[in-house]
């Protein structure tokens, strides 16, 4: 189905001659909501303009205690015996205790729409009263937390079921229908309050948005309107492997041409979206995902205005059982402390491994995001080639999927890691752990020492431990791969070094560090 970009959706509306249209899209501060259509202001009592909407503009909420909002004079509809009301909905949790969304009067020629019904649990109660009596239905009631398109159907030119309700334009089926007088007359002309019951109770709470009155809306129009809203699902997951997702979405139309479509990728229920490298053109197979990892997608549609409008979250599950290596000190090159236990003395070192895999996670862990931010990485080489480097966005634990490629190639792949040591303060990002498919291989690449030659400096030119990085960039690896440089121990002020020779006892095991390595030039 197409889908029109949400900046369209104002035009979606007006186009169908609503009677009354409200956008609400004041910003903060507005008192009352201007009608694009029917010249008849809604006047506010608490609640809170210029909030976010769902498409485009803003939205108004409201507390639920007593905010509410009520047509400043009456809205005329004794013309008409068939009423369709309209509104974009963010209900608040329920608490099934009659919660009303809108109403016309209490009297024979009134309508209401109570989202939140007392009488039968988890629905909401489409109602009209008419010269007859009552007519209306109970339906399976909108999600929480989330924005609906809602249309509510009053029809007394209908013979037995005069109320229907459609949510995110599919039409309801009815749960029960406890009244069906078959009315005649047509409605009245009274004031038209949201949030609240005419009488001055029963208050709703949570956001809505474009509001519209109708004297008919047929079932292809409310489809129409919630396409336009981004409602209908447009994308969709095909095949998903260990380390691959396929996904495809529909195509679009409205707004102003041309219209990009961006493939997005979060962590599940993290709401951290980044786009999808070169996924514009459905359908898309996205690669290096790690296995047994759950991700959202959904698709950005931006027209050359620009408005950007998303489609439905589309949530998978990469397949496959995982084995997660924990890193020891044996592991670790270039290193005469220990980098795993606390407190990780080492002031450069490598963690290095083969794998087929086609990607792997990568844990590590930081102390050094507060201080230096810009310095809190670890370096990746895949096959000797550099890599970005793996950025830390806080002090802690914090995992990287590491796209490889292909599975069942097998690849030697570099961790680097460093650290900045003073008196009683330990700092400097850390590998910890490498996650793969259990079907890939992986091996540990033993150290062994290359050189005899061993480093004492006394400076922190290894805190950001990775080569790629301009501050490291000098220091490293030109000692280490042009000058041969495989131990290289940090003095920083003196101070580190100080800590590992205080007493005899540290200055015994110091030594014979040293010694292990027999060198010939420190």
Same mark, same amino acid.
């Given at each position: 189905?197409?889908?029109?970009?949400?900046?369209?959706?104002?035009?979606?509306?007006?186009?169908?001659?609503?009677?009354?249209?409200?956008?609400?899209?004041?910003?903060?501060?507005?008192?009352?909501?201007?009608?694009?259509?029917?010249?008849?202001?809604?006047?506010?009592?608490?609640?809170?303009?210029?909030?976010?909407?769902?498409?485009?503009?803003?939205?108004?909420?409201?507390?639920?205690?007593?905010?509410?909002?009520?047509?400043?004079?009456?809205?005329?509809?004794?013309?008409?015996?068939?009423?369709?009301?309209?509104?974009?909905?963010?209900?608040?949790?329920?608490?099934?205790?009659?919660?009303?969304?809108?109403?016309?009067?209490?009297?024979?020629?009134?309508?209401?729409?109570?989202?939140?019904?007392?009488?039968?649990?988890?629905?909401?109660?489409?109602?009209?009263?008419?010269?007859?009596?009552?007519?209306?239905?109970?339906?399976?009631?909108?999600?929480?937390?989330?924005?609906?398109?809602?249309?509510?159907?009053?029809?007394?030119?209908?013979?037995?079921?005069?109320?229907?309700?459609?949510?995110?334009?599919?039409?309801?089926?009815?749960?029960?229908?406890?009244?069906?007088?078959?009315?005649?007359?047509?409605?009245?002309?009274?004031?038209?309050?949201?949030?609240?019951?005419?009488?001055? @109770? $029963?208050? &709703? +709470?949570?956001?809505?948005?474009?509001? !519209?009155?109708? %004297?008919?809306? *047929?079932? =292809?129009?409310?489809? #129409?309107?919630?396409?336009?809203?981004?409602?209908?699902? @447009? $994308?969709? &997951? +095909?095949?998903?492997?260990?380390?691959? !997702?396929?996904? %495809?979405?529909? *195509?679009? =139309?409205?707004?102003? #041409?041309?219209?990009?479509?961006?493939?997005?990728?979060?962590?599940?229920?993290? +709401?951290?979206?980044?786009?999808?490298?070169?996924?514009?053109?459905?359908?898309?197979?996205?690669?290096?995902?790690?296995?047994?990892?759950?991700?959202?997608?959904?698709?950005?549609?931006?027209?050359?205005?620009?408005?950007?409008?998303?489609?439905?979250?589309?949530?998978?599950?990469?397949?496959?059982?995982?084995?997660?290596?924990?890193?020891?000190?044996?592991?670790?090159?270039?290193?005469?402390?220990?980098?795993?236990?606390?407190?990780?003395?080492?002031?450069?070192?490598?963690?290095?491994?083969?794998?087929?895999?086609?990607?792997?996670?990568?844990?590590?862990?930081?102390?050094?995001?507060?201080?230096?931010?810009?310095?809190?990485?670890?370096?990746?080489?895949?096959?000797?080639?550099?890599?970005?480097?793996?950025?830390?966005?806080?002090?802690?634990?914090?995992?990287?999927?590491?796209?490889?490629?292909?599975?069942?190639?097998?690849?030697?792949?570099?961790?680097?890691?460093?650290?900045?040591?003073?008196?009683?303060?330990?700092?400097?990002?850390?590998?910890?752990?490498?996650?793969?498919?259990?079907?890939?291989?992986?091996?540990?690449?033993?150290?062994?020492?290359?050189?005899?030659?061993?480093?004492?400096?006394?400076?922190?030119?290894?805190?950001?431990?990775?080569?790629?990085?301009?501050?490291?960039?000098?220091?490293?690896?030109?000692?280490?791969?042009?000058?041969?440089?495989?131990?290289?121990?940090?003095?920083?002020?003196?101070?580190?070094?100080?800590?590992?020779?205080?007493?005899?006892?540290?200055?015994?095991?110091?030594?014979?560090?040293?010694?292990?390595?027999?060198?010939?030039?420190?």
């Amino acid at each position: 189905m197409p889908l029109v970009v949400h900046a369209a959706y104002r035009n979606t509306i007006e186009a169908d001659t609503p009677l009354f249209y409200w956008p609400m899209d004041e910003t903060a501060g507005a008192t009352s909501l201007t009608a694009a259509v029917g010249g008849t202001a809604i006047n506010l009592t608490g609640a809170t303009t210029g909030q976010s909407g769902n498409i485009d503009g803003t939205s108004v909420s409201f507390d639920g205690i007593n905010d509410f909002g009520a047509t400043a004079t009456s809205i005329d509809l004794t013309a008409y015996s068939k009423i369709v009301v309209e509104s974009l909905f963010y209900f608040n949790p329920y608490t099934n205790s009659d919660k009303i969304a809108w109403e016309l009067s209490t009297g024979n020629s009134g309508f209401t729409f109570v989202s939140d019904a007392i009488n039968q649990a988890n629905k909401s109660n489409v109602l009209l009263f008419g010269n007859v009596g009552y007519n209306f239905a109970y339906f399976t009631r909108p999600s929480t937390s989330n924005w609906h398109h809602i249309v509510a159907v009053y029809d007394k030119s209908a013979t037995t079921n005069e109320t229907s309700l459609y949510i995110d334009g599919e039409l309801q089926t009815a749960v029960l229908r406890p009244a069906t007088s078959n009315n005649t007359n047509n409605f009245g002309n009274f004031v038209f309050n949201i949030m609240r019951r005419a009488s001055g @109770t $029963l208050f &709703s +709470g949570g956001k809505m948005q474009h509001m !519209a009155i109708y %004297s008919n809306l *047929n079932d =292809s129009q409310i489809l #129409a309107h919630a396409q336009a809203g981004g409602f209908i699902n @447009t $994308l969709s &997951s +095909g095949v998903v492997t260990e380390s691959t !997702a396929t996904l %495809s979405w529909t *195509n679009i =139309s409205g707004g102003v #041409a041309p219209v990009i479509s961006q493939l997005q990728r979060s962590p599940t229920g993290a +709401g951290t979206w980044s786009d999808v490298s070169g996924a514009t053109t459905s359908p898309v197979t996205d690669t290096g995902l790690s296995i047994a990892t759950t991700y959202d997608y959904r698709v950005a549609y931006t027209d050359a205005t620009p408005t950007t409008v998303y489609s439905n979250t589309v949530t998978i599950t990469t397949s496959g059982n995982t084995t997660t290596y924990t890193v020891q000190q044996a592991d670790l090159w270039d290193n005469g402390y220990d980098n795993v236990a606390v407190p990780r003395q080492s002031s450069f070192s490598r963690f290095v491994f083969t794998t087929d895999a086609s990607s792997v996670t990568i844990g590590g862990t930081t102390s050094l995001y507060n201080n230096y931010p810009q310095y809190s990485h670890l370096g990746v080489r895949i096959n000797g080639v550099e890599q970005s480097p793996l950025a830390f966005t806080a002090n802690g634990s914090q995992s990287f999927t590491v796209a490889l490629g292909t599975a069942g190639t097998t690849r030697t792949v570099e961790i680097t890691s460093g650290l900045l040591t003073k008196p009683s303060i330990v700092m400097g990002s850390f590998i910890d752990s490498v996650t793969y498919s259990s079907i890939s291989s992986f091996s540990v690449t033993t150290p062994t020492l290359q050189t005899n030659r061993i480093l004492v400096y006394g400076d922190s030119i290894s805190v950001g431990a990775n080569a790629t990085n301009p501050e490291s960039q000098g220091y490293v690896p030109l000692l280490r791969n042009t000058y041969n440089y495989s131990v290289m121990i940090e003095g920083w002020g003196y101070s580190s070094l100080y800590q590992d020779t205080n007493t005899s006892e540290l200055r015994n095991a110091f030594v014979s560090r040293i010694a292990g390595y027999t060198p010939s030039i420190i």
